[in-house]
């Protein structure tokens, strides 16, 4: 049952991670240049996102090794 539970949760850092990503990929002109801000919001929402990948995996995979 706490596979699921992880499963979930990493789920959510992803798709949180992901949407990060994308909504600090749109500026507000075609002229303007990225603030440090934009930079910071890519790096953190990558950082999610790979935190999200990695946990659900690892969990996921070491639970199922282990049953069989």
């Known amino acids: ?4 539970v992880v499963d979930i949760f990493a789920l959510a850092l992803l798709a ?15 002229t303007s240049e990225p603030t ?15 935190l999200g990948l990695a946990l659900g995996l690892m969990v996921t995979l070491f639970h199922f ?3 069989a």
Do not use: C, N
């Open 1 to 4: 049952m706490y596979v699921v």
């Open 16 to 30: 949180v991670g992901i949407s990060l990503v994308i909504r600090s990929s749109r500026t507000s002109g075609a």
């Open 36 to 50: 440090a801000g934009v930079y910071g919001r890519r790096i953190g929402g990558t950082m999610l996102a790979a």
């Open 65 to 67: 090794a282990s049953v």
